[in-house]
Antibody
Framework: QVQLVESGGGVVQPGRSLRLSCAAS????????IHWVRQAPGKGLEWVAV????????FYADSVRGRFTISRDNSKNTLYLQMNSLRAEDTAVYFCAKDTARYSGCFDYWGQGTLVTVSS | DIQMTQSPSSLSASVGDRVTITCRAS??????LAWFQQKPGKAPKSLIY???SLQSGVPSKFSGSGSGTDFTLTINSLQPEDFATYYC?????????FGGGTKVEIK
């Protein structure tokens, strides 16, 4: 069965960096785009970034462009999110979600999420 | 960016009721719309894509309709496990955007 497992969350000071990972199994990872979506405490869902199946296309939300970098290693079935210059407003649960195609934007499976807390 | 507006933001319903949630896009998105269910402390679950197609394993009590700018999610015969927050999301163009959510509570 399809599984997405996020890791790397934690407490970090403003201005510092953190790298999240999303380990995938149960499907051909190299054939699908994968997204990051976040949810601030008590708030709704916010799309963050996507990388296409082969890594050639990536898109970001305005709120993270220039600070966050999405990448993937298809040999390890893993997606990453490098988060730099973190701000208090980046505090959220970060989910990875599998696209139904190359980067249609339509999700079918989600991971359980990893919590990032930006606080001094 | 395409704005997604859900209504109502919350509703109270009884077991066995039929519930309808609406979602409006700020511009036409064809049928590039999905619905998700989220329970407290859990990941969202994909319910519907292409406005009206059920994801694999989702019971037929859930149905979606609409095209262009106006969409609805209907839940028939509400059961205790259906009390959750529901989100719509457009994938017509990037950046992807979600509605603000509708919390379905027990009356």
């Amino acid at each position: 069965q399809v599984q997405l497992v996020e890791s790397g969350g934690g407490v970090v000071q403003p201005g510092r960096s953190l790298r999240l990972s999303c380990a995938a199994s149960g499907f051909t990872f190299s054939s699908y785009a994968i997204h990051w979506v976040r949810q601030a405490p008590g708030k709704g869902l916010e799309w963050v970034a996507v990388m296409s199946y082969d890594g050639t296309n990536k898109f970001y939300a305005d709120s993270v462009r220039g600070r966050f970098t999405i990448s993937r290693d298809n040999s390890k079935n893993t997606l990453y999110l490098q988060m730099n210059s973190l701000r208090a407003e980046d505090t959220a649960v970060y989910f990875c979600a599998k696209d139904t195609a190359r980067y249609s934007g339509c999700f079918d499976y989600w991971g359980q999420g990893t919590l990032v807390t930006v606080s001094s | 960016d395409i704005q997604m507006t859900q209504s109502p933001s919350s509703l109270s319903a009884s077991v066995g009721d039929r519930v309808t949630i609406t979602c409006r896009a700020s511009q036409g998105i064809n049928d590039d719309l999905a619905w998700f269910q989220q329970k407290p402390g859990k990941a969202p679950k994909s319910l519907i894509y292409a406005a009206s197609s059920l994801q694999s394993g989702v019971p037929s009590k859930f149905s979606g309709s609409g095209s262009g700018t106006d969409f609805t999610l209907t839940i028939n015969s509400l059961q205790p496990e259906d009390f959750a927050t529901y989100y719509c999301q457009q994938y017509n163009r990037y950046p992807l955007t979600f509605g603000g959510g509708t919390k379905v509570e027990i009356k």
